[in-house]
Structure formats: C-alpha cells, structure tokens
C-alpha cells in the first residue's frame, strides 16, 4: 500500500512540476557581415541529404546574385520519412520555424497561430507573380492568403491504352458523346475484346471512389459540394444524384467493369495493375504524372500503347470534379516570425521572372537541357527526373524555342482538358469544432458508398444513411453551410 | 526495505543493475519525461507565446464527438479479441517448442516462428491482402478446392476484425513465446526427472510441472499487456483498413492520428492519449490487486 501511495505521489509530483510555463523561441534568419540573408526552407524531398536539391537552391543563390544582386543563403531543412504533413507539424509546433514553408496539409492549425505572412500585399507589389497567377491561384489566394502554389489544376483524367481504344469500336462514339451509356458500352466493350484475359476489368482506382468520381461525378448532376436545392443548399453527398451515382458505381461492379479489389488498392497497385494489363483505364493527375504513365507505359508494352486520355463523362453537367478553391491544398508559405520576408518573398518573385523559369522548369544546363543553334532541347533525363519546384505559369517562353514539348502529346491533352472544365466548387473551410463531426460524417459515408457499391447494401437503404449522416452532424453543418455560402 | 538495505543490496549485485540501468534510463527518456506533456491535453497550444489553460475542453469535444464511442467500442472489441484468441497461443507454441528435442530442427521452427516479428504492418499488409485476395490468394484457391464460395475477407465486415487477430498472431506469436521459453528453461531438471522415475507421461509433466512453473510468469505478462488494452495495433489497422471495413475497425489510435496529428490539433491527440494511460493504469493495478487476492500473484 505505501509503494502504491509512493507511486501516486511521485506522479502527481511530476504532473505538478510540468505545470510550469515553457519559453518558446522562432527562428531568426540572419544577415552576415557580408550582407547575405539566410534563409530557412523546408521542403518535401528537398533536404540536404539530395544532391539534386542542394544543387538546384546553390544554383538559385547564383542566380539571384547575377540577376538581381541579391545575396541569399539557402538553408535546407532535412525532415524525416514518412508522412510530411506531420512531420512538419511537429517541426514547426516545436518552435522552429523556418523562412520559407512548403505545406501539403496541416497549414490551417499553423495559419490560426497567426505564424503564416498575409502574402496578398507582397503579391500586389510583386514584379513577376502577379502576372502569373492563375484564375484558381486568384481566388483561393482571396480565401486564404497564406499558401500560395502557382500550378495548373490537378484535376486527374482517365487513360486507356492507344491499341486498346482503337480495338474497341465504341471508342469514336465516346470521344464524340461520352454519355455515361456510352462510357459503360465502352468499358464494357475494352473488357470483352480481352486478349489472354487482359484486360481482366475495365478501371481501378486507389483504394476509394473519388478517381471514379473524376470521370462520372459532375454527369450525375454532382457539380459542387453543396447543391442547390429549393432554395437552400444541402451536401452532394446526401442528394438523389449521389444515389443515382452509386447504383450506376454498383452496376459497373456486379458486371466486373471495376476492379472487384478496388477497395485494397493502393496507388502503386493500381499502377501495376494498369502496366500489367489487368486495368484497362486509370486516372492520373493532369501533366506531369500521365507524362510519367505515358513514359512507363510504352517502356513495358511498346510505343502501340501510348496513352490516350479520355474525356470526362457528359450528362446533366460534364467535368472532372469540381476545383476546391477555398485555400491552396499544398503550396509555400512565409513564417510571420521571419526577420527576412522580404527576401523570401523576392526569391519567389525571382522563380517567376523568365530568368528563373529556366531554372525552375528545365533544370541545369547540360544535363536536363542543351541550348544548340536549332534551340533548346531537352534531355532524356530532363524527362525522366526533372520537375518544377515552384511555378508552371500556363506561358513559358524562351529565348531560344523548345525544340521538343515540355510534356508528351498524352500529357499536353491532359492538362488542356483538365483546363477546358474548369469548375470552381463552392466548399468552404471546415471549422476546428465541426472537423471531427466532418471525419464521422466523411466515414459514414465511406461504409455505406463502398458497401452500395459492393452489393453488400442495397441503394434502397439510402434515406436510412442520410438520417445517420444527419445524426453524425450533418444536419449542423449543412445548417452552416447555408449561412456561409453566398 | 530500509534505505540501507537498498545500496547494500545494490553494492553486492551491482553487475545486475548496471545490466538494468540501460532499461532505466529509456524508460525514464521515453516513458517518464513525457508525462511532463501531458499537461497538453488541459491547455491550447501556442507555438509562440504561453498556453493557454482550458481545463477539460478538449477531453468534452473528445467525449461529445459523435465517432469517439464507436472507435472506442471497435477498440475494445479489437482487444479483447486479441487478448481472448491470442494471448495462449504463444504460451503454447513455447510448451510445444520446449518438446523439441532435435537442435538443429528446433532452431530452425525458432527462426521461422520469430521471422515475422520483423517486418513491418506495411510489408505483412501487403502479404496478407494478396493471401487472402478473392481470386489469386491462396486462402481462396483452399476454399475453392472444397466447394467453398469465395470470400473478400480484407473488404468483409464480419472477417476483417479475425483478419486483425490472425496476423497478429501470425507476426508476434513466436517473438512473444520468447519469454515464456526462458521461464521453463529455469525450471529445475530435478522436478522432470522425479516425475519421469514416478512415471509421468510427456503431457503430464507439461500438465503437472511446466504449466504451474510458467503460472506466474504468464499472470505478470498478462497483467502488463492490459495496460496497453487500448492500443488496438495503429500501424495494423493503419495498413489494413479501408472504406468498406471504417466502421468495424476504426480504433482510438487512428481517430486521433486523423484529426489530433494530421490536422495539428496536439492538445486533442494528448487528450485521447491521456486517457489511454488513465484507462492503461486502471486496468494494471485493479487486474494486480484481484490477481494478488486470488492467486497470491502479481508484478510485484
């Protein structure tokens, strides 16, 4: 009993003494006697342990010295594996704030600290980005000035196969009227004219159904978050067009149009399988990664099997789902704590200027690209590893002109369809006391679409999921929802 | 024990504690030190500046969530499966083990049996969805050759939680049977031998001898594993889960790694873990007081 009463004691003891107050300290960047600024980044994949990275931040110290006279040290921040976000969290929670930020989540709770710069006066007085920015870049820098990420959308677009789609005669209907009847003629179509039982279904998707959705969502009338319904507005996710969605899901799963494991794929997984022959159609992210399926795709099964992207779905609206813009989901940020935001801020503009293009979009010279007398060209390897860090403004243009494209043929018609249906969406920031009856709600609707879809539930049993939605906090936040959008 | 007694006995078997300071000192590193920051879970956190003290803001946004009693109800379920189906088997796999009298062939069911424990839920969830993937996995190819219908156990809400169990065991039981094979090697030969002279069977000396040896060793296991009766395995659940199997197997554990970690909300996730520990601590001394009046064991 007296080693029990030791025990308790020694914890309370303990507890009490934590209670005390703890001094925090942010970071200081610093101007040496010569007059360099140095400046803190963290960086996804860009610490100092890559040669690339350190390569590319001393060529860009170089560059703003002979451009702009600018004398600037980067000082890269190496973060451990696994997931950023958190990483990050934890980096900047311990105090330690660096100059400049790249967030891919978990930028909100640091913003709330009122630890993020307002960057829409520096942006006003900027030489460069202004010019650059992209209407989507506009409205979410209006919603959340924090993050900024000078990208073209990533809205992820289907891909089948060059010698696939052509086999398949439906294919010229779906590229003129891609109806969702005729989507599922086609898929169906891809599937019967397997050849050694490849492939074995039409499409796959990483573990859940938003990469579905990309293709068929906005066809079922399911074009904003929030949908207008006899005027007021209710989540697209409780609406009769969800429903009308998820027994078209399920169709294409009874018939093994979908991959029957689609729910324990992962991205790699799903990569195989389209690689492989097993998956017919995968979606991928606009640009650079249909470059990168495109270039993989080939390598394995020869240059018939280029890709060829496919239209987003056409209905009551036609689009790939709707652009979130209420914040940047991932972009560079300005510690509030910094001494040099200036700086920081001018080395942004800079990777804007033309000069900095350069840098920024094809790498180093002689190694991702040549300057010759016909142009500029490209690299085997510029195509294989090089990727922007920072801007790709829709207008690039070089002195001496690109002798090949920037991105593959695949690639280019991605980005430019993913461009044609732009469509702003109307969601809003989920505040801190809604967040954990969102992630209840979000989860209830998780079980009962993957179970729709599965055939483990029948679509009969809608009305009972929307009360449950509702319950969870659904009914509050749609509430919310109806005084915040304007 | 008077304070003398301590460094005498200290002095004479100072070997064994310099063996046990390494033990200490991580202890007092990762396990006592952050009780300090605790006190995170009464406070919001401010990076710059004090926090600020909210008392049991956080513990009523973590009780009023309309998830938290169904993550909690998964995990315990998750638990005491793992606990009812689980915790034997490696005390069987020792008592099997400590039969095999042939070195090399016990050496090597040792290896085998240990292998798993070190590979990562990344590696053993890869391994496992493709052993039991309804038309490739080798699970099904069995159940098909007896006319069985094929079943998707990783999407299946009725098989996913036994999923949990099995690669469980299929991972820790031979690691955790370490323990129990060094508590019989310490059984006195003279017990088996008397038996032997008295005729005692293999199954009899297991029954008479190596199991109430092992008693002991098995309650203070037991005892220490229910204070971590709320970690219901994150990294398992992490790679294993997916939409279809949310509602079945969503544990304390990843609730707040999704909103206390990945949103930032540190003061959330220190709450939930609190009252883990609160829970942890409950469940060991009361399991230790009933262990001690009934059997007269306990850890200490």
New interface residues.
């Given amino acids: 009993m007296k080693k029990m009463l030791l025990l308790v004691l020694a914890f309370v003891m303990i507890f009490a003494a934590a209670c005390s107050n703890d001094s925090d300290d942010a970071s200081d960047a610093t101007v040496d006697k010569d007059g360099v600024v140095t400046l803190k980044v963290v960086f996804k994949d860009e610490g100092p342990s890559n040669p690339v990275a350190v390569k590319y931040f001393a060529n860009l110290e170089k560059a703003l010295k002979e451009d702009k006279d600018l004398n600037v040290k980067f000082e890269l921040v190496e973060m451990p594996q696994g997931n950023y976000a958190e990483k990050l969290n934890l980096l900047l929670m311990s105090g330690d704030i660096p100059d400049l930020i790249y967030f891919q989540g978990g930028d909100q709770q640091i913003a709330n600290q009122d630890l993020l710069e307002d960057l829409t006066p520096y942006i006003e007085k900027s030489e460069y980005i202004k010019d650059i920015m992209l209407p989507h870049n506009e409205e979410r820098i209006k919603n959340y000035p924090y993050l900024l990420w000078i990208k073209p959308l990533d809205s992820k677009t289907p891909v089948i196969r060059k010698d696939w789609f052509e086999n398949a005669a439906s294919s010229d209907a779906l590229m003129v009227d891609p109806t969702v009847e005729n989507y599922h003629t086609f898929f169906k179509e891809v599937v019967q004219n397997a050849d050694g039982g490849k492939p074995s279904y039409a499409v796959t998707v990483a573990g859940d159904i938003a990469e579905l959705d990309t293709i068929f969502k906005m066809a079922f009338g399911l074009n904003q978050t929030w949908l207008e319904q006899d005027g007021s507005y209710i989540n697209s996710k409780v609406s009769e067009q969800e429903k009308a969605k998820l027994t078209f899901y399920n169709q294409l799963y009874e018939e093994g149009l979908l991959d029957p494991q689609y729910l324990t794929k992962q991205w790699d997984t799903k990569e195989e399988a389209f690689y492989d022959g097993d998956a017919a159609v995968i979606t991928g992210t606009n640009g650079k990664v249909i470059d990168i399926y495109n270039g993989k795709m080939t390598q394995v099964n020869g240059a018939d099997a280029e890709l060829v992207v496919l239209p987003p779905a056409k209905g009551e609206y036609q689009g790939f789902i709707a652009t979130d813009i209420t914040k940047e989901s991932r972009g560079l940020a300005i510690s509030s704590q910094s001494k040099s935001k200036d700086v920081a801020f001018e080395v942004l503009d800079y990777l804007a200027s033309p000069e900095g293009q350069v840098l920024d979009r094809l790498g180093f010279e002689g190694e991702h690209f040549n300057i010759t007398d016909s142009g500029t060209e490209l690299t085997e390897k510029y195509y294989n590893e090089w990727y922007s860090r920072f801007w790709e403004p829709e207008a690039f243009e070089l002195e001496k002109p690109l002798v090949t494209p920037l991105l593959s043929e695949p690639a280019q018609n991605s980005r430019d369809l993913a461009n044609e249906f732009y469509n702003p969406d109307n969601s809003f920031i989920i505040p801190e006391e809604f967040v954990s009856k969102w992630d209840a709600m979000e989860n209830i609707y998780k079980d009962f679409s993957a179970d729709v879809i599965t055939g483990k539930r029948p679509v009969s049993e809608f009305d009972d999921y929307v009360k449950e939605w509702n319950e969870a906090g659904g009914a509050e936040i749609t509430e919310y929802a109806n005084e915040t959008i304007k | 024990m008077t304070q003398k007694g301590i460094f005498q006995r200290i002095k004479k078997d100072w070997v064994i504690y310099l063996m046990l300071f390494p033990a200490i000192l991580y202890f007092v590193i990762f396990n006592?030190i952050p009780?300090?920051?605790?006190?995170l879970a009464f406070q919001d956190?401010?990076?710059?500046?004090?926090?600020i003290w909210v008392g049991l803001k956080h513990f009523k946004?973590l009780f009023d969530?309309?998830?938290?009693f169904d993550v909690l109800q998964n995990t315990i379920i998750i638990s005491s499966m793992k606990i009812i189906f689980f915790f034997p088997i490696p005390i069987i796999l020792s008592l099997m083990i400590n039969e095999l009298r042939n070195g090399p062939f016990r050496k090597y069911v040792q290896s085998v049996i240990y292998l798993p424990h070190f590979l990562s839920w990344v590696v053993i969830a890869g391994v496992w969805?493709s052993l039991l993937?309804?038309?490739s996995g080798g699970v099904n190819v069995i159940r098909n050759f007896f006319q069985l219908p094929t079943l998707?156990y990783?999407?299946s809400?009725d098989h996913i939680r036994w999923v949990l169990v099995f690669s469980e065991m299929w991972r820790s039981a031979g690691w955790d049977s370490i323990i129990y094979l060094a508590a019989i090697m310490k059984i006195s030969p003279s017990l088996y031998e008397a038996a032997r002279i008295d005729g005692a069977s293999t199954l009899q000396q297991m029954r008479f001898i190596t199991f109430p040896q092992l008693l002991s060793t098995v309650v203070v296991v037991f005892i220490l594993n229910l204070g971590f009766f709320l970690n219901a395995g994150f990294d398992q659940v992490f790679n294993m889960i997916?939409?279809?199997t949310?509602?079945k197997i969503?544990i304390l554990d990843t609730?707040v790694y999704?909103?206390g970690?990945?949103?930032?909300?540190?003061a959330y996730a220190t709450a939930a873990s609190l009252f883990k520990g609160v829970i942890g601590v409950v469940l060991i001394?009361s399991t230790h007081f009933i262990s001690k009046r009934l059997t007269g064991k306990g850890v200490?």
Avoid at chain 2, 35 to 39: F, L, T
Avoid at chain 2, 45 to 51: A, K, L, M, S, T
């Fill in positions: 006592v009780i300090i920051g605790m006190k956190y401010r990076v710059i500046g004090d926090n946004v969530s309309p998830a938290f969805i993937s309804p038309d998707d990783m999407t809400k997916n939409d279809s949310i509602s969503d609730y999704r909103i970690i990945l949103n930032g909300q540190y001394l200490w």
